[in-house]
């Protein structure tokens, strides 16, 4: 009975999916949700699954940014959707289709997952019912629409349940769902990998038993540093090939990923009902839980009552007592700043002061928590382990997490110390840029307290259980129900279709809805392109980008040098004349198919690589080096750390740099490499050269993307820009821009000047 009742919530939550994404549901083959970026970036990365063994060579160097390698490693793997995608793609054919199908699916196995947990904890089929649709239908999801990674969040509750199983029987079945689980959702989404053993070692902690409780939390521990094991091949890959490239995540970008407090007023811009309810709008942060979800745990803790059932030792009180009274004055102390302003006291010699909240608040939060944590409510609440303080608890502490390094509240940071700060030192946390997607533990964590808060509030034997049941679910809904984006599906190339032999290029380039087409297009012509969007950009695609994008009939010549066969111009793009002008007025290639919305070129021959500078001189010492913007950093040009720049801001005719060598003397070459910062090139370099710093002679002046597009290929990891100075003397060189950029800055990890070989 119990199996059907679970089969009924699946087909239930299946359902309402349907409902809810009824427009996809109707043109699975030509829509896409959300919008058309990530989602066909998804849908590729999903077909190429099925088209590679995993771990492979030929896997690793999927068929986009070509000829960069290791392109997976430049985004998620999506594996653990294999066993969700790969029979809908077998039996269709159609990666839209295929994609569509487990976007819908992600819905309803994740309201399963739920159900299950939430009957685990209560025993009770509405109660576990209705935790299911929070969780499947919570309005978090439908900011999420474009991350099907995200949304594959159904493997958390099951890990979970396996954990209540394990130690509420000794199963050792409850064991192997955990780290089955633990798996499966570590090769879904990196992020839940590495957020999810956070949840389980605050699980672990609080539900252990008292007596031999380390055996219990070795065994958790063990089991699921087993499970994660399953992703090391991956991690290990994702670590060398982001190590050589220097690929990594500024803190400014994880700040702006990460959740402001204020993200709990705010609603996903698609929810039917709260989708204006926007106090405090960015990536990703809209955390409203939904008013259903917060009532229904109010009204159970309202209802509820603890009375401790063991005296508190002499020691535990005086615990207990300073705690509370540490807590209590630094609260006040935080009030009475928030109203009057800074303050400083003194007290037996020994000066408090308060001048930031962002210095005070984490002090006052530990000292708030340890006082609720050692009060009778909260040691009765361990001493019975009970779940839902558990779960609500630990909601609280993922909330703060997917606040991220500097919690803020409207955009002002209320810490400046805080648990994600220490996160970050732990190894691959540096890869991750967004925290606020901790708060899918947290829904996690809310679905199995609304089927505690419910179970709670209504008898199983009352009367009028269902009208109350379909009552929360339509409130439920309500909060959670959005209005569903679809988008067209890329359209198909029948001239690549039947003419594509060898490596792709599709132009326009370099606008990311562009690209992802272009890529899901290579799943029917199984072309390599040259197009490409993922978390990061290949080393070469900035240049290329650019100067195509400015007419630069060179940078062809280096794509059919690089083994490019075809070009496709989009013909409905507006740019398209531009980009089919270039194309076609140049010699290298020949117009092979064309139709009213596209045309298709073939390289008539391959053309000889240039061969890449190389100065066998020595390094010239540099005697000084001065910058007319941003020169306290024009250390950094010279310091022989590659990771470490300067740079100018964002580009402007007149910025330079200045050289000087000491004296005169012949110059082979200039080398500047800008290492991490590929994007950063200058746009027009001009090379002056004097011997007495009055007279000026430019000896190369011009765009400089070849040389970046060069550079990406001979040297990816420094990126060394190369100028030959054919012999030239002179004492001083001053490198000018000569364009304005204001998307990009100049930047220079490292400058170098060599002297010629006699």
Sequence with gaps: MRRYAAGAAFVSYLAVTVILAFPLVRSLSVRFPSDPADPVLNAWILWWNTQALPLTEQWWHAPAFYPTPNILAYSEHLVGLIPVYAPFYWITGSPVVAYNVTFILTFPLSGWAAYLLGWELTRRRDAAWLAGLAFAFAPYRMDQLAHIQVLASFWMPLALLGLHRYLRVGSGKGLILFGV???????????????????????????????????????????????????????????????????????????????????????????????????????????????????????????????????????????????????????????????????????????????????????????????????????????????????????????????GPYPSVAGTTIMNYSPYLGLMQLPGFDGLRVPARFWMLALVCLSAAVAIAYARLVRSGGHGRGVICSIVAVFILIDGWAIIPIVPAPVRSEILNARASGPVIELPLGWRDDDVAAMLRSAEHHQPVVNGHSGYTAPHYSALAYGLGHSREELLHELGARGVQHIRIDRANPEAPHYESLVASSTLLRLVAETGTESLYEYRDVPDIAPPLLFDGPSISLSAVTANTNNHLVHFATDGDPSTRWFSGAQDMGQQLLLDLGNSQPLGGLIMRLGRYRADFPRMLGIELSTDGQSWELVRGGPTDVEALRASFQDPETMPLAFDLKGQTARYLRLRQMASEQDFYWSVAEVEVVAPVF
């Design 181 to 403: 689980a633990t798996a499966m959702q570590g090769l879904s989404n990196g992020y839940f990998l590495a957020f999810l053993p956070i949840l389980v070692a605050l699980w672990a902690l609080w539900f252990s038993p008292t007596k031999y409780w380390w055996k219990s939390v070795g065994t958790i521990g063990m089991t699921g540093g087993v499970a994660t094991l399953t992703s090391l091949p991956f991690l290990l890959r994702y670590q060398s090939v982001h190590e050589s490239l220097g690929l990594n995540r500024t803190a400014m970008e994880v700040q702006s990923y990460s959740a402001d407090l204020t993200g709990l007023l705010s609603g996903a811009p698609h929810l039917a009902l709260w989708g204006e309810f926007d106090w405090f709008r960015q990536p990703e942060g809209q955390l409203f839980p939904g008013v259903a979800v917060v009532v229904l745990i109010g009204l159970a803790l309202c209802q509820m009552s603890w009375p401790s059932s063991q005296a508190a030792s002499s020691t535990l009180r005086v615990i207990r007592v300073g705690a509370t009274t540490i807590a209590f004055m630094m609260t006040v102390g935080l009030g009475y700043y928030l109203i009057a302003g800074p303050w400083q006291v003194s007290i037996f010699g020994l000066t408090l002061a308060l001048s930031s909240v962002a210095q005070w608040f984490p002090f006052t939060l530990l000292a708030l928590t340890l006082s609720l944590l050692v009060s009778p409510v909260g040691l009765e609440a361990y001493r019975r382990r009970s779940p839902l303080a558990f779960y609500l608890f630990a909601g609280c502490v993922l909330t703060l997490l997917a606040m």
